[in-house]
């Protein structure tokens, strides 16, 4: 029986997709990006540890599809009334993508609608594997320079973009890309324009944006990891709204949506 690794489960959610949502999140990301508020997901699909208050912890569980389809499926009523589904998240879900596409499967099947999140640093293939069995992608596109978007993050925009273009061709998906907020990395003044020209060349017409917040910082703590936004202050209400305004002006709605 085919196993996946996951970090965490969480009910209830009504971010990362629509609806009220379940997200599990699978553990596993080769990405590096600074503001990364689930570092304990981060580098190869391998349970870790960390040291929260003292007491060592495992971090990711071995799951079965049938395992993680009767605890999710026990919000069912919640999917139903709301509109909701199941949101596969990491890591970067792509690292797991043939348990991916058999838990996805599942939920198909079951009737559940499927949303993952992704930043798409996988070959299409891995994307091709589990597309059948999706209803919606949340897709993060984060810095447009091919240059700075592989030094700070090991992200390939090229690829990105390859990934982004085959979901968009998928008639049967909802795809919506999501921009991550973050002061010094996403926000520049020729970061956002590239950003807004990309989605006007694919003809988007909304997106979401996740400002920059600070929850995640002391599991860096726990993980004995360097933490180099500490000093980094969150947007103010006004400068988001400016952003969102600039979209707007573009011809791009945006929604202030979830957490990155
Ligand atoms: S892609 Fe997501 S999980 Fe991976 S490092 Fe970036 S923010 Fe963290």
């Known amino acids: 029986m085919k196993k996946g690794l996951v970090f965490n489960i969480q009910r209830y959610s009504v971010h990362d997709g629509g609806g ?8 596993g990301c080769p990405l590096r990006c600074p503001w990364c508020s689930n570092p304990e997901s981060r ?17 990711g569980c071995w799951r079965s599809t049938g395992e993680l389809v009767d605890e ?4 069912e009523i919640f999917f139903r009334t709301s509109g909701g589904g199941v949101t596969l998240s990491g890591g970067e879900v792509l690292m797991q993508a043939d348990f991916a596409a058999d838990l996805l499967k599942e939920f198909h099947e079951l009737g559940v609608h499927t949303a993952i999140e992704t930043t798409g640093c996988f070959p299409v293939e891995e994307l091709q594997k589990i597309t059948p069995f999706l209803n919606q992608v949340l897709f993060d596109l984060k810095i447009m320079d091919p240059k700075s978007s592989k ?7 090229s690829l990105v973009k390859e990934n ?16 991550p907020l973050i002061p010094g990395y996403t ?6 324009q590239a950003l807004i020209e990309y989605l006007q060349e694919k003809e988007i017409k909304m997106v979401h944006l996740l400002p920059f917040h600070q929850y995640g910082s002391s599991k860096y703590d726990y993980l004995g990891w360097e933490y180099t936004m500490q000093e ?5 209400s006004l400068a988001v709204e400016q952003i969102r305004q600039r979209f707007l002006a573009q011809g791009i709605s945006a929604n202030i949506d979830g957490l990155e």
């Open 187 to 192: 926000t520049s003044e020729e970061n956002l």
């Open 232 to 236: 980094a202050v969150p947007l103010t």
């Open 43 to 59: 580098k190869s699909v391998a349970p870790s540890t960390w040291r929260k208050h003292g007491k060592k912890e495992t971090i």
């Open 20 to 27: 009220i949502r379940t997200i599990i999140f699978l553990k």
């Open 164 to 179: 982004f273009a085959f979901l968009l061709a998928q008639d049967h998906l909802d795809v919506i890309p999501r921009v």
């Open 72 to 75: 999710v499926m026990k919000d």
């Open 151 to 157: 030094q700070v993050l090991g992200l390939s925009v």
